[in-house]
């Protein structure tokens, strides 16, 4: 069995069977060509407005917006691009309630603020646990979800 070690910031060595490592995706803006639409290629996404609108005839949509890697955020932001191409109206880009994931076993997900961000600006807060055997995908993976590969 593998074991890994580490040490935190602010706490001691921390010991696990386990190890998630992760990196974020960047675009390539240099390989895309976006200087000819004049975006700036050193950036590590493309900057646009609440409508998409990243230059004169350009909208950004997806994983270059850099507002989160998911293909639900990439819909939506479609739906938002053409709309205003096609001048329709429409509502600005909000990013308030993003859900976002990690496909780990079982998946860790999330949506809104954390609870800390929540009691920070003062939001009332209440929380729950729920077993993922309770859900859908834990009554038909049964064992996979328990974070247990057996």
Do not use: C, N
Not at 66 to 92: C, E, K, M, N, R
Not at 112 to 129: K, M, N, W
């Amino acid at each position: 069995m593998w074991w890994a070690s580490s040490r935190l910031w602010s706490a001691g060595p921390v010991h696990s069977q386990r190890l998630l490592v992760a990196t974020r995706r960047r675009a390539d803006l240099k390989a895309l060509g976006v200087t000819a639409a004049g975006i700036d290629s050193t950036q590590p996404f493309i900057v646009g407005d609440d409508h998409l609108r990243a230059a004169a005839g350009v909208w950004s949509v997806g994983d270059v917006t850099g507002a989160g890697a998911f293909t639900h955020v990439a819909i939506y932001q479609a739906g938002i691009a053409a709309s205003d191409i096609l001048g329709q109206a429409h509502q600005p880009t909000r990013y308030r309630a993003l859900p976002r994931v990690t496909f780990t076993d079982p998946e860790v997900s999330a949506v809104g603020l954390t609870e800390a961000q929540a009691r920070s600006r003062d939001v009332t807060v209440q929380t729950a646990v729920s077993p993922i055997s309770s859900s859908s995908r834990g009554w038909i993976h049964g064992r996979a979800t328990t974070g247990s590969s057996s």
